[in-house]
């Protein structure tokens, strides 16, 4: 989905679902969630060659920049208002669009469609990929989460069962697939789980959720949601359906949750632009970055620096060591940033 931010009023505006809030990541995707593959098979381990991927959903392109640079030296184009990106195993580029509804895949440095998804596919805000790399597909407007084998166009399996309007997919350590629904009615979600491969609700957690558009599990498989609406982060504990924990400090409409290396939570607030920090367990405010932070919409680290997309101000701003020190801007070819990748 897209968000555009209003900075007069700090109103965000979704696509079929308007929120005004003074105080959303969609998530995600999905985007450096976790800090290790082990707890979050979305997150695929980084590679010295790996460039950083953007989404613009303003001027539906893809553009790819080198490590540490802030040209473009790839772009992908068109690809019809993206929403989300992925990268499965073997380093193909998986492009969600919002625009006729589609899934293109590109090989490894081309920029020809290798093969595209439409079966299944509406609206497809999120993707992801268990660890046998087949992808995960939340399509928001069909309240549906598709998946494909490696390599097809047509799903292998849909879940429907208490998924409504789903934002955000993210997998624990055992292969549990966690799945957040924004829903139609105000002050309201749910984030429910499946079991490996199962179309099943294994449990569905109600506590504290209240129109949640991001996931995160912690290195001790803690889950993590960001709640647009009441403008928190709820913890749960592995298995629970109880709210271990809410941050709420410095927190406005949450969008995107990462954790860094040192376990630290990182949320992006675009009702008050700044990403905002947290001891790990503890929930305490360690630091707020606003430097350059206007509507961020979405995160991810590589190697150990921040990346932030602001839609806001259509750039990516990086901060070395997820501190608030700006490492460089680019704005070169951003325009509407939706999701942040890295691959080959």
Same mark, same amino acid.
């Given at each position: 989905?897209? &968000? ?5 009023? =700090? =109103?965000? %505006? &979704? ?10 990541? #969609?998530? &995600? ?73 589609? %899934? $293109? ?10 093969? $595209? ?84 609700? #294994? ?33 749960? =504990? ?26 630290? #939570? @990182? ?7 700044? %990403?905002? %920090? ?13 430097? /350059? ?7 991810? @680290?590589?190697?150990?620096? #921040? ?17 608030? /020190? &700006? ?18």
């Amino acid at each position: 989905m897209i &968000l555009r931010f209003n900075a007069s009023v =700090a =109103a965000v %505006v &979704l696509p079929m679902l308007v929120a005004c809030s003074s105080a959303q990541h #969609l998530n &995600l995707t999905p985007n450096g969630a976790a800090p290790s593959t082990a707890t979050n098979p979305l997150v695929r381990p980084a590679t010295a060659a790996a460039r950083l991927f953007v989404a613009n959903a303003a001027n539906d392109t893809v553009t790819a920049y080198r490590w540490a640079g802030t040209s473009v030296v790839r772009t992908i184009s068109p690809v019809r208002e993206p929403l989300s990106l992925a990268f499965d195993g073997t380093g193909n580029l998986y492009v969600g669009n919002r625009r006729f509804n589609t %899934v $293109k895949v590109y090989a490894p440095g081309s920029n020809s469609i290798l093969r $595209k998804i439409a079966q299944g596919i509406n609206n497809p805000v999120a993707l992801a990929f268990d660890a046998a790399d087949n992808l995960y597909v939340a399509n928001y407007h069909n309240n549906t989460v598709t998946v494909y084998a490696p390599g097809s166009t047509s799903p292998m399996q849909t879940i429907t069962a208490g998924v409504e309007r789903p934002t955000a997919l993210a997998f624990d350590g055992a292969g549990n697939l966690y799945v957040a629904n924004n829903y139609r009615r105000p002050h309201d979600g749910t984030v429910t789980v499946y079991a490996s491969g199962s179309t099943f609700v #294994l449990y569905t957690i109600f506590q504290g959720i209240d129109h949640p558009f991001a996931l995160a599990l912690d290195t001790s498989g803690n889950l993590y949601v960001a709640n647009a609406y009441s403008s928190t982060v709820t913890a749960y =504990a592995p298995g629970s359906r109880s709210v271990l924990q809410t941050i709420s400090q410095g927190i406005d409409f949450p969008t995107a949750l990462a954790f860094s290396r040192r376990g630290n #939570l @990182f949320v992006s607030n675009p009702g008050n632009s700044t %990403v905002t %920090v947290y001891a790990p367990a503890g929930g305490s405010l360690v630091r707020t970055i606003s430097n /350059s932070v206007s509507g961020p919409r979405t995160l991810a @680290f590589y190697r150990g620096d #921040l990346y932030v997309a602001n839609e806001g101000n259509n750039t990516i701003t990086v901060y070395a060591g997820g501190g608030t /020190s &700006l490492l460089r801007s680019i704005s070169q070819g951003v325009s509407g940033p939706s999701a942040i990748a890295f691959g080959p």
